[in-house]
């Protein structure tokens, strides 16, 4: 009985589960089979051994890992650019959507969001092009410093300036992009709540503390929770551009760092080692803050 009933039930939904098989064909193959790879982190891996005949060296690679300096400088730098995307980039966003979201003349809020969205098309190269233009030696902004105050600023191999511009670089470049799913919460808001408020007398300005900041709540914590699970994620080639040898104090981060471990000096297990030490951290990050999440009477993602 339960198998015909099961039997039904497929034969009701299998279009659906034929257009989930692309999706969940893609997470088997490039994201759970991967992570057979996990265990060359407990190995002294060599490609001409093979992974198998690989001997086992238990937690020495991280061991070797949180032994060293580089931890945490590479921890604190991580850190710093996620904790500053977290307070700068990922408020911006929200505030950008509400700005978006009040404008009333239809074509020209049509016309601000495929400005704020074409960036986001633009290849991390180029916007390094465009930053060297604005702020490198002979840009914009140290020609008008030179003209104006007879001074200049070192701008991309400075320590003080590093951070500032990879936050202006992200904002540039994806703010306009990450408002999308906040404007289509937006776009749910019941639209009497609005007329009610104007009854009542609320300004615009009471009507985005009153109504929609709590509308898109849930999708505030949702959103915030996902990109608490890939806070020591940084943006590998963003990073990777804009790092030399005289900011290398700020900006070297777990993934450049595993980037010259792993490819440039061919230590596989100890980049797979600080890989692995990114997920299970992101892992707790993720579930603390759904944990907290649920306290607060929010749904959270899971």
């Known amino acids: 009985m339960v198998r015909s009933h099961r039997f039904n039930r497929f034969n009701q939904l299998w279009p659906f589960y034929l257009l989930a098989a692309p999706g969940i064909l893609y997470f088997l193959i490039f994201h759970y089979v991967p992570m057979w790879g996990l265990v060359l982190a407990f190995k002294d891996y060599s490609p001409f051994i093979g992974m198998i005949k690989s001997p086992w060296v238990g937690f020495e690679h991280f061991q070797q890992f949180f032994s060293t300096n580089n931890f945490f400088v590479l921890l604190k730098n991580t850190l710093m650019i996620s904790l500053l995307s977290l307070v700068i980039y990922f408020p911006f966003t929200i505030l950008l959507a509400i700005m978006l979201n009040e404008l009333r003349l239809k074509m020209f809020k049509r016309i601000s969001q495929t400005i704020v969205y074409l960036p986001h098309f633009l290849s991390w190269v180029v916007i390094y092009g465009i930053t060297i233009s604005f702020f490198g030696p002979s840009g914009v902004f140290n020609h008008y410093l030179e003209q104006w105050f007879d001074t200049s600023a070192l701008f991309l191999v400075s320590n003080d300036w590093f951070r500032p511009l990879i ?17 289509a919460a937006l776009a749910g808001i019941n639209p009497e709540l609005y007329e009610a408020a104007k009854v009542d007398g609320a300004n615009r300005f009471h009507n985005i503390w009153h109504i929609t900041l709590p509308g898109i709540k849930s999708t505030i914590v949702i959103l915030l929770l996902l990109r ?11 990073i990777f551009l804009m790092t030399n040898s005289l900011n290398l104090d700020v900006s070297n981060v777990f993934d450049l760092f595993v980037y010259h471990t792993g490819l440039q000096q061919f230590n596989y297990s100890f980049a797979i080692t600080v890989g692995m030490f990114k997920s299970v951290v992101s892992l707790i990050l993720v579930l603390g803050a759904n944990y907290l999440a649920k306290l607060m009477g929010e749904d959270g993602i899971f």
């Open 167 to 183: 936050i202006f670089q992200a904002i540039w470049k994806d703010a306009g992009w990450g408002t999308i799913i906040f404007l």
């Open 228 to 238: 608490l699970g890939s806070s020591l994620d940084s943006n590998f080639m963003q």
